[in-house]
Structures are given as structure tokens and as C-alpha cells.
């Protein structure tokens, strides 16, 4: 009887162990606020707004979206990684790219970055079309700027990333991938760790497939793989018009790939089927899809996560 009656309080003991590390492993992140469709909402709505005049580089459009930018940032912890946030290129004095820093909490691995990235403008004013001439950008876009900022939003206050993590917002990406280009020249010419790059492209209409996003040069890495192993999901796949019309070489995300040669890829949503706005004054911002983006993004969240916490480099170029 007494070896029955220790053995139900051993039994009794462990289970409660267990329900607390439980416990102990969600209360944390519990308690920092997830990306939401009303935040989504209000982001997106004065990105595209027309205060913000289409967000062409060097206007004061683009430089409205830069500061709240900054201010989101600021509030949540999100470090200006040099001087300033706003980051003026070399090759264009009046424009400039927005670089917000999360230093890592391991004392070795916060010395290796990945880069999650966005192009923040857009083509501006712009023919008229039924008396509309101003190109807003609601899809491209101000959705991955949106993505961005709102995965800077919750890390910054959740602080579970070892590696460290830089946000950008990328200007002049509509004038050849500008920002893009100056950014990784600098950071290379730093000897800047890069382990990895995630950006994102027009990510605010679904697509009707299994996955809930593609991924650009899905062949070049093991990062589909990866992504979907770290989300316990299906969450991106292979478009093959992405291939077809190299998009892998048409975002920002090629830059860095091209300065040190590693992992940089782009999630979309943007199949060709699926959105008839690109580049129009109709890309407006009732035709995103706001609790789609938000939970496109809180996926995203234990995948940053893990991508920022592995002891190796998981990801890597085939």
C-alpha cells in the first residue's frame, strides 16, 4: 500500500512539473500582443492613404511614412542601427532607407543578423484614371512595410530572438532596387554577419492554393523547407511563375543575395490571378484583406523565432 500510494504522488509530482514548464514556456510571449486585424487595419490605412501622396522616393509622402515609422519603432523598442533610422543612400541624397535594430540576447549568436525586409515606397502621382491619379500602394507595399513593422512591433517587446535582427524598410525599390542595392554594399564593405534575409511583397490578397504564400527562388535554399518545418505548417510553397518571371531577381531581397551570396528570399501572395491593381491608382486599401495579413504574419512569428535561435545556421544555399 505505501509503495501504491508513493508512487501515485511521484506520478502526481511529475504531471504537475510538466503542466508548469508548460506554463512557464507560453506565459511570456502570452503576454505580448499579437499582430491583430484592427493594427494591420490602421497601418495599412495611412500607408495608402492619400496624405501620403503614393509614397514616391523623395517626396514629402515617403518621409510621413518614414516617421511613423520611427515613432512605432521607437515605442517598441526597435534601436535606430546607425545613427539615425533614416538611413540616407549613398547614390540618392533626398531618399533614404529605415533601418530599425534588435540586438540578440545570446552573447555569441546576436552577432549574426537576419534581415527582415520590406520596400516601403511606391510610384506616387501618376495619369489620371476616372479622376484618380494618385497610386497608393495599399498592396504594393505598404502590405510587407506593414509585415515589417508589425514583426519589429513584437519582438521588440518580446525580445526571444538570440540572433539579432534588423527591420528595413527599403526605399527606391520601384527605381531598380536602389535601397536595396546601397544597403548591402554598406553592410558588406562592414563585414556585416548576415545569416539570413526574409522580405516581404505584396502580401494582401490570399491565394487559392494549399500553401498560404510562395516563395521566390524556392530551388536556390533550403528556406521553403525550413519555414514550413518552423510553422508546423504548410505555410509557403513553389509558384512556378515565379520562376518564369524571376521574381527572385525582382525584389530586394536579391541585393543581399547578390552581395553575400546566402539565403534571401521574398514571401508573396501575388499570383497573377489573384490581384488586377499592380502599378494602378485602384491598388487601394479596401481590397486587402486585413485578417489574412495578420495571420500570414503571426505565422511568421515562431518562424523568426526559431530562424533567430538555432545554434547552427539551418538555412542554407543548395
Given at each position: ?21 508548460d506554463?512557464?514556456s507560453?506565459k ?9 486585424e ?20 523623395g ?15 521607437t ?17 540618392m ?10 540586438e ?8 549574426e ?17 476616372e ?8 498592396n ?8 515589417v ?13 538570440k ?10 525599390e520601384?527605381?531598380?532596387?536602389v ?6 554594399k554598406?553592410l558588406?564593405?562592414?563585414?556585416f554577419?548576415?545569416?539570413?534575409m ?9 491565394m ?19 519555414i ?5 505548417k504548410e ?9 518564369e ?10 541585393s ?5 551570396k546566402?539565403p ?33 504574419i503571426?505565422?511568421?512569428i ?11 545556421k ?5
Amino acid at each position: 500500500m505505501k509503495i501504491f500510494f508513493l508512487l501515485f504522488i511521484l506520478i502526481a509530482v511529475s504531471c504537475k512539473s510538466v503542466d508548469n514548464t508548460d506554463k512557464a514556456s507560453k506565459k511570456f510571449t502570452d503576454n505580448i500582443p499579437l499582430s491583430t486585424e484592427e493594427s494591420v487595419g490602421d497601418l495599412m490605412k495611412f500607408l495608402a492613404s492619400d496624405e501620403l501622396q503614393g509614397r514616391n522616393t523623395g517626396t514629402i509622402g515617403i518621409e510621413l511614412a518614414a516617421d511613423h515609422i520611427e515613432g512605432i519603432f521607437t515605442k517598441h523598442g526597435v534601436k535606430p542601427y546607425f545613427e539615425y533610422y533614416k538611413d540616407t543612400l549613398q547614390r540618392m541624397s533626398n531618399a533614404f532607407n529605415v533601418v530599425g535594430y534588435l540586438e540578440g540576447t545570446d552573447p555569441v549568436l546576436k552577432n549574426e543578423f537576419i534581415i527582415i525586409g520590406a520596400h516601403y515606397d511606391h510610384i506616387g502621382v501618376v495619369k489620371p484614371i476616372e479622376n484618380d491619379s494618385i497610386a497608393n500602394g495599399a498592396n504594393d507595399n505598404a502590405t510587407g512595410t506593414t509585415a515589417v513593422v508589425e514583426l519589429a512591433k513584437y519582438f521588440g517587446r518580446a525580445k526571444t530572438n538570440k540572433r539579432s535582427l534588423l527591420f528595413v524598410l527599403f526605399t527606391a525599390e520601384e527605381m531598380g532596387l536602389v535601397g536595396a542595392k546601397d544597403l548591402a554594399k554598406r553592410l558588406k564593405e562592414d563585414n556585416f554577419s548576415m545569416y539570413t534575409m526574409v522580405n516581404f511583397e505584396m502580401i494582401g490578397v490570399p491565394m487559392t492554393s494549399t500553401y498560404k504564400a510562395y516563395l521566390t527562388g524556392f530551388k536556390k535554399s533550403n528556406m521553403a523547407q525550413k519555414i514550413n518545418e518552423y510553422a508546423g505548417k504548410e505555410l509557403v510553397g513553389f509558384l512556378p511563375q515565379a520562376e518564369e518571371y524571376q521574381l527572385f531577381k525582382r525584389s530586394d531581397n536579391y541585393s543581399f543575395f547578390e552581395e553575400f551570396k546566402l539565403p534571401a528570399q521574398t514571401i508573396s501572395t501575388f499570383d497573377f490571378t489573384n490581384y488586377e491593381y499592380y502599378h494602378h491608382v485602384k491598388d487601394e486599401v479596401q481590397f486587402m484583406d486585413f485578417g489574412f495579413m495578420s495571420t500570414l504574419i503571426n505565422d511568421m512569428i515562431p518562424v523568426i523565432e526559431k530562424m533567430a535561435g538555432t545554434s547552427d545556421k539551418e538555412i542554407k544555399m543548395y
